[in-house]
């Protein structure tokens, strides 16, 4: 048998250790249900923040946080101009989410990087253990990693097209300056990469019955505010047939676009995650409807077509019930691929551990969808149980996220010394 | 020509003085798109309470205001025993409803009797002008009606179902004592009956093009809360086949309630008027929609049949999307049937004033039918443009305000002087 090499075969991450993190971590915003609320930028998120920061100085590694609100530990090469491999993920949480989203990847960065430090391991890289601001969008989807690869736009920080003085109190109040955010990018001639671990959220991994997935891409996204507009009216007087009853066309709008997608588009994915109905009372006709609408897909001339085929639904519902309608685009994410060396360096540290892995594509948003634009990127999933994510219940065995954590492990030192 | 007879045939009210009050009331929560937001028990409620109070004593009317928060303006018979005719309204709105709502009928009542006492009439009765707490159900549908009806319960006070801790708080708030609103309740021997102008809230009578409603009787009405349990989940990642999205189950049931109303009965009303969506963000699959729910009949037994029927549809919506689904009545109202005799002693005064009537069935609930349990009512109603109501929009021209309140004038007189 010709067992893979890996540069330092033994090394293993310490257990205990990490599970002690994590429970202390779920503590942060614990919910009744066993879940996390931990907003971006929430008082919770922000104790989780300084939390973080106590880890990486008790582990004697180096805090450093940027001005968009991204909280790293650093491990520094000895040589002073080496460029930054990054690994990490993100503290939020989205609403009465779920315990291992976005903490498994950070803890398990972090646990990294002390081994590393205590077996004295010498790397051609600075190592950072990276935790992203509002990866999940409670106020800017992805907003860190957006910061990092330059692409904030004055629209996410000034009122230009929304009023974003919640936003700019919400940094403030973390101790961020809205008007340096755009100071946290970083050329791409000094990083080395990006590499996260994080729950699959679905149940790929469980099915084929494998260890270890390595993303291959992650899927495109965008949001929409969908309003249809109808009249406010008395809901016994009106004539029945003479209502322009917006949450009726809102409604009608939800059961087709769901149809539709399944029927047409087989990996693309429809989500109505909210409705807001005014004025919202019994006994009167709803006047306005407000839709919370997201749309992905893998393929970006297919999603394209997706989303025209949405809104075109959309109108038609509205014009049935003699509606107004208006969309707005609130945030698109392309496709993105994935990095043919960190793939294969993720390949090899699974096999050297005797553990199986699947390729995969991610049909949720990732800092790496973001960072791929400007440095390559990497990511490994473990398994989900019943894939239930976002949500109290979401839970991933212990075993399972140390087999990850190894793996990313021994990934990371394969590709920060092959960039020697 | 045989002119029908009235008691006093040159009285009519002072349409000058009325619209003053009219415009001053409508100034009192104005919204900046002209409707008003006096939702019961608010400051703005508060205000237009205090207002109608110095109107009263201005006129040199008693100011009466019992333990449910009822404010009236009495004019005394000079028999100390005779019974009370009121005639009234109610001066809340719902959100962002309109000026003619209500305040009509409370002002109508207040100027008819300024008329009557102006012109040292004597009557057989006591008559008040009343404003009822609470009839559009901003806190308890109907309220202060059914406080006067005796028809209150604990439940109505106490957190015996649901925590009714901040309606006991706007009660105080007002003045009212929460342990003591029992005590508004009026033997029916006290009474002689109950007279409400009120705006059609339809378009029948332009429809017809007839100046008078005579009311002939009151839809029943019966709310619901019905809600759709799922499973959130992140919106990317779970299966598209797998999910159990509440809102998906609750759109569903929507379309199909009211297609289901319109093909099955004909004179059946029904409206859903607001869904709250959890958790509510863009990429989580909904794991809870409640939804507002309403249906009016004029027939009990159609009325029953319809309300089993859409719960029964609301069952399979759920089924099919493998949601749990609870329903809960909030409220119900039976149907009611006016009083001849006042119906007749409007007809009589529409004639006498040369006005036409139609008959008609009231699809809004009203303070009178509750009252019709415990004393005999009458409603007439005056046109409403286009039939918008609840809405800024709601209009009605000043002409037919005052056609009304000249009916509403020489009807209560003629059913007062009847009762010696």
Partial sequence: MTEPSSPYPQLRVNSDRFRADFDELAQIGATPEGGVNRLALSPEDLLARAWFADKIEAAGLT???????NLSGVLRSRDPAAKT??????????????????STGVLAALECLRVIKENNITLPVHLEAISFTDDEGCWRSLFGSRAVAGLLTEDDIEDRRVDNAPFRAALTRAGIDPRKVFHAERPSSSLAGYLELHIEQGERLARADKDIGVVVGIVGRTTYRFTFYGQAAHSGTTDMYRRRDALRGAALFI?????????????GVFNCG???????AFNI????????VECRHVNARLMSEMEMMIVQIARECAATHGLNFNSEQVAHVPAAHMDERIMAAIEQAARHLNLSTLNLTSYAGHDSQILSRITPCGMLFIPSIDGISHNPR????????????????HAMLSYALAEA
Same sequence: chains 1, 2.
């Fill in 63 to 69: 805090v450093k946080d940027d001005d968009a609100g």
């Fill in 274 to 280: 909210g409705v807001v109905v005014k004025p919202g």
């Fill in 255 to 267: 059961v087709r676009a769901h149809d539709a997608v399944r029927e047409k588009y087989g990996d």
């Fill in 285 to 292: 006709i709803p006047s306005e409807a407000d839709l919370l």
């Fill in 85 to 102: 491999l990054m690994i990490g993920s993100h503290l939020d949480s989205v609403p009465n989410g779920g315990r291992f989203d976005g």
């Fill in 394 to 409: 979401e839970f991933t065995h212990w075993e399972n996220v140390i087999k990850g954590a190894n793996t990313l492990l």
